[in-house]
């Protein structure tokens, strides 16, 4: 069995707590076994996990693997220690606040033989799916993706394009390598309103927005105009409800890496992939910035 801790139970790691302790039957998820959790704050357990403080997560000989499922602003820092402690690591997107920090951290888990794995479950939902089903095949003219949310807290969630990493990996995942050509973002801190807009064109020079809006009460929603030149697909196709959720596909996914069940050329393509999306996002940065 493979020893889990998970750090920071909040939404997702709750989530994760409850998936290790139930994981899909005949699925790989069941070479996991979670032997505990780390929290800041004192739960002492939760669902019959027992809570255990981060130095002895990170010494354990139990401990083979972390989730890390803290706030943004800790994923850098726990990364790196559980790496440096020799442990697997499963870390929810976004994966770190900087794209030097990106490259460095892979370096260091290829150094050290470890998993890294970054789940990105925007890629792994039935709405998704749906979606890459629709836009497959067809040559796109011009697109835009408009998401809109509730108020981040900016200490701990980071930069725009980096919390809204999701928005940047289905865009590229559609339509392939994206080139930043121009990105602001307005800010309205008294009615905690912010909104990036991000210019890219694609390979063929086709121009794309992305637009992430984010305000009280504002509804989690995605709206999509992609002009092809076969048509125009202005909404989320409909999607049926899949039997596995998506943080339950990831965690297979992980466990298969760990039992070295993914081929090379998927684990290759998929870094790249995710460290693409995060030097889009740096640059987004930059460009808002000056
Ligand atoms: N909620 C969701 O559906 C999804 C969340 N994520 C990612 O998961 C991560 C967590 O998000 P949520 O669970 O939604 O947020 P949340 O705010 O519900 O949970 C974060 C938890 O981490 C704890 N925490 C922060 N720093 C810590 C530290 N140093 N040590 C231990 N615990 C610490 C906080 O106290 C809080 O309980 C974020 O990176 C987010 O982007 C990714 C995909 C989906
Ligand atoms: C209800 C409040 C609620 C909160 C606070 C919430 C937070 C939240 N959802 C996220 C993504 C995500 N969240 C979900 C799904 C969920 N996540 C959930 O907390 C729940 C209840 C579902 C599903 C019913 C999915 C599928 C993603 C991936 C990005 C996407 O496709 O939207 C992220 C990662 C950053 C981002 O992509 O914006 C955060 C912080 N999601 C919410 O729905």
Same mark, same amino acid.
């Given at each position: 069995?493979i ?7 909040g939404?997702?790691?709750?989530v994760?707590?409850?998936?290790l ?12 076994k979670?032997?505990?959790f780390v929290s800041?704050?004192?739960l ?5 996990v027992k ?6 997560a990170?010494r ?7 989730f890390?499922c803290t706030d943004?602003q800790n994923h850098?820092e726990?990364v790196?220690r ?7 690591v499963?870390v929810?997107y ?15 888990a290829?150094?050290?033989g470890?998993?890294l ?5 925007e890629?792994?939902?039935?709405e ?5 089903k ?12 408009h ?5 981040l807290?900016k200490?701990?969630?980071g930069?725009?394009a980096f ?6 990996t289905?865009?590229?995942? %559609? @339509?392939g390598?994206l ?6 973002? #307005? /800010?309205?801190?008294? *009615?905690d309103?912010s909104? =990036?807009?991000?210019?890219f ?5 086709k ?10 009460g ?12 076969n ?5 989320l196709p409909?999607?049926?409800?899949g039997?596995v ?7 297979? %996914? @992980? ?7 993914v081929?090379? #050329? /998927?684990?290759?393509? *998929?870094?790249?992939?995710i =460290?693409?999306?995060i ?12």
């Amino acid at each position: 069995m493979i020893g889990v801790v998970v750090v920071g139970v909040g939404i997702a790691g709750s989530v994760r707590i409850r998936d290790l302790l139930k994981p899909l039957q005949s699925s790989p998820s069941e070479n996991l076994k979670i032997v505990g959790f780390v929290s800041r704050r004192d739960l002492g357990e939760h669902n019959g996990v027992k809570q255990i403080c981060l130095e002895e997560a990170l010494r354990s000989s139990e401990v083979d693997a972390a989730f890390i499922c803290t706030d943004n602003q800790n994923h850098e820092e726990s990364v790196r220690r559980f790496l440096e402690a020799g442990k697997h690591v499963l870390v929810e997107y976004p994966m770190v606040l900087s794209a030097h920090a990106a490259h460095e951290l892979w370096q260091m888990a290829e150094e050290k033989g470890k998993v890294l794995h970054v789940e990105h479950i925007e890629l792994l939902t039935e709405e998704y799916r749906a979606l890459k089903k629709e836009v497959d095949g067809r040559t796109l003219e011009k697109g835009v993706l408009h998401f809109t949310g509730g108020p981040l807290h900016k200490q701990r969630s980071g930069f725009t394009a980096f919390s809204g990493i999701a928005r940047v990996t289905w865009l590229v995942d %559609l @339509f392939g390598e994206l080139t930043v050509t121009s990105a602001t973002q #307005e /800010e309205n801190p008294g *009615e905690d309103y912010s909104k =990036l807009t991000a210019h890219f064109v694609t390979a063929n020079n086709k121009p794309v927005t992305w637009i992430e809006e984010r305000a009280p009460g504002m509804k989690r929603e995605k709206k999509v105009n992609f002009t092809f030149t076969n048509g125009v697909l202005d909404s989320l196709p409909p999607a049926r409800r899949g039997s596995v959720g998506p943080f339950m596909q990831d965690q297979n %996914l @992980f466990a298969q890496k760990l039992l070295g069940q993914v081929p090379k #050329e /998927e684990l290759a393509a *998929e870094k790249k992939r995710i =460290l693409y999306c995060i030097d889009l996002a740096e640059k987004i940065k930059q460009y808002c910035e000056h």
